[in-house]
C-alpha cells in the first residue's frame, strides 16, 4: 500500500509563501504522475498542478506563474512551492500519485492565507 505524507502547511499573510512537501513510500517512478490538489470549504476538490516522467509540469490557471511543482527522486518526494499567495487559496492541499490502475492520496495538509 502505497503511503503519502504531506506536510509544510501553514497560516500565512497575503502575499507570503509556503512550500509544501509530500513524502510516498514507493519511488516516484513507479507513478505515472504526481500532483497536488484543494479543497476548499463548500467547493469541489480542484487540480492545481502536476508533474510526470519526464518533467512535464501544468498548471491551473488560478496559480500559474505563482505556484512552482517539483520533484527529488532520490527523496521520494514532490513539492509545491506558493508564492504571492493570495485568500482564495486557501484550502486543505492533497498530494496525489497515479497510476495507470489506481490513485493514492495523503491526508491533507492545511493552508490558511489571512492578514
Known amino acids: 500500500q502505497v503511503q503519502l505524507v504531506e506536510s509544510g502547511g501553514g497560516l500565512v499573510q497575503p502575499g507570503g509563501s509556503l512550500r509544501l512537501s509530500c513524502a510516498a513510500s514507493?519511488?516516484?517512478?513507479?507513478?505515472?504522475?504526481m500532483g497536488w490538489y484543494r479543497q476548499a470549504p463548500g467547493k469541489e476538490r480542484e487540480l492545481v498542478a502536476t508533474?510526470?516522467?519526464?518533467?512535464?509540469?501544468y498548471y491551473a490557471d488560478s496559480v500559474n506563474g505563482r505556484f512552482t511543482i517539483s520533484r527529488d527522486n532520490a527523496k521520494n518526494t514532490v513539492y509545491l512551492q506558493m508564492n504571492s499567495l493570495k485568500p482564495e487559496d486557501t484550502a486543505v492541499y492533497y498530494c496525489?500519485?497515479?497510476?495507470?490502475?489506481?490513485?493514492?492520496w495523503g491526508q491533507g495538509t492545511q493552508v490558511t492565507v489571512s492578514s
Open positions: 496525489n500519485a497515479h497510476r495507470i490502475s489506481s490513485d493514492y
Open positions: 514507493a519511488s516516484l517512478f513507479s507513478f505515472a504522475r
Open positions: 508533474i510526470t516522467v519526464p518533467y512535464s509540469t
